[in-house]
């Protein structure tokens, strides 16, 4: 019996981390995808008392949740997925704060070939980073 038990728990986690290291199919409803890239500056505030973004490597972890997706490493917020899809069929969300008079508009668009888009608004500038995704532990649902 023990040794049927500790099979199966086996047989599950090689299930569970059967797609870890592939690209993501954002068509598919997913657990976890870990995302790297690089984020560039298209505009930057000419106001000096504002801190500037800068072009930087990224690297996100993203997770599924009841409401869109958390994310964690250089981006670290709560996505909301919107109702529709964008036209090529992948999920999109967005995320915004306003803490005193600091505001943020971040929107989030899944496309083909596992790549993912953040854009984001803010006073001090915009800031796009595109991101290629590979499924993490857990892979898709």
């Known amino acids: 019996m023990k040794k049927i038990v500790i099979a199966a728990v086996a047989l599950a986690a090689l299930n569970s981390s059967a797609n870890a290291g592939y690209t993501a199919d954002f068509k598919r409803p997913f657990d976890t995808v870990l995302c790297k890239g690089d984020s560039e500056v298209e505009w930057e505030s000419p106001d000096p008392g504002l801190s ?3 072009n930087k490597s990224v690297t996100v972890l993203i ?10 490493g250089e981006f670290g917020f709560p996505i909301k997925r919107w109702k529709r899809n964008s036209k090529g069929g992948f999920p999109v969300g967005s995320a915004s704060w306003d803490e005193e008079g600091i505001w943020a ?32 532990l857990g892979g898709t649902r």
């Open 105 to 136: 508009h971040w929107t989030v668009g899944f496309l083909n070939e596992g790549q993912v888009v953040f854009e984001k608004h803010s006073r001090q500038g915009v800031e796009v980073a595109v991101l290629k995704c590979e499924y993490a």
């Open 52 to 54: 500037k973004p800068q």
């Open 63 to 72: 997770t599924s949740t009841p409401d869109g997706w958390t994310t964690s």
